[in-house]
């Protein structure tokens, strides 16, 4: 039998074809470890970022109800409407105007409102806590009427009472007369200022990270519109919108 004699060269290229297949072999395996692991991670973060969601959305609906909640034991409370009856027929009294100033104060600290404001069933001021130094705006006016037709506690969305003023929400109650709801004889308003809870609240990340961040977004005709402040830009809530028909 004939021996092959290996020479050198012949050893140096075993050995080449032996290194690149093995490097091959551990580029392959890196590549797959890496697919998989980018995957793992992607879903994991997906799955992170659902569950933060989630949790947000449940906490917003929850404070959303709470609010409602401050409006509805107003709206139907007999004993209060027996206050602001007495006060509508007799407004110079100083009395009433005390004890009615007392509740609304007290409303107003124990649940973090702006302000509390109690309007007639055509939206003129009756009492205001603490005292309104500007006019009853329009659109709140508009947002009254719908509540007084309605006889229901209703939220009023983000918005600005003047142009370059600050963002506030609101709840109206109806105040309802027992023996005859359908006709509302006052409005409770209770002003939200978003910065003191709201914005706190979605913004608050239940994780460390220096760069994420919750946005509430609202669709404004042909555009997002951002509801509250950016973590990176000031005064970006009711300001900040993207176009949905931009595709770049």
């Known amino acids: 039998m004939t021996e092959i004699p290996v020479t050198n060269t012949s050893r140096i290229q075993i050995l080449i074809a032996v290194f690149v297949f093995v490097a091959f072999c551990t580029v392959t395996i890196g590549i797959i470890s890496y697919t998989g692991f980018k995957k793992e991670f992607r879903s994991d973060v997906e799955n992170n970022l659902n569950a933060i969601s989630n949790l947000k959305v449940a906490e917003i609906v929850q404070w959303r109800k709470e609010r409602l909640g401050d409006g509805s034991v107003f709206a139907g409370n007999q ?9 509508i027929a007799s407004p110079s ?16 600290s124990a649940y973090t409102y702006e302000r509390v ?13 603490p005292k ?3 006019p009853v705006t329009s659109h709140l006016i508009n947002d009254i009427n719908i509540s007084v037709k309605t006889q229901k506690v209703t939220f009023l969305d983000f918005h600005r009472d003047a142009p370059d003023g600050p963002v506030y929400l609101g709840v109206l109650a109806p105040v309802l007369n027992p023996w005859d709801p359908d006709k509302p004889i006052a409005v409770l308003v209770f002003v939200i200022n978003p910065e003191i809870y709201l914005y706190p609240l979605i913004n608050t990340w239940p994780s460390l990270s220096r760069t994420a961040e919750t946005l509430l ?4 005709g042909d555009s997002v519109l951002f509801l509250n402040e950016l973590r990176f830009q000031k005064n970006s809530a009711l300001s900040l919108r993207f176009s949905l028909n931009n595709n770049t």
């Open 79 to 87: 004993f209060f409407y027996d206050l602001v009856n007495r006060f």
């Open 93 to 108: 009294d100083p009395e009433l105007n005390d004890r009615l100033r007392t509740w609304l104060g007290q409303v107003r």
């Open 117 to 129: 404001l109690l309007l007639d069933a055509s939206g003129n001021e009756l009492i205001s806590e």
């Open 132 to 134: 309104l130094s500007e």
């Open 217 to 220: 977004l609202r669709r404004d």
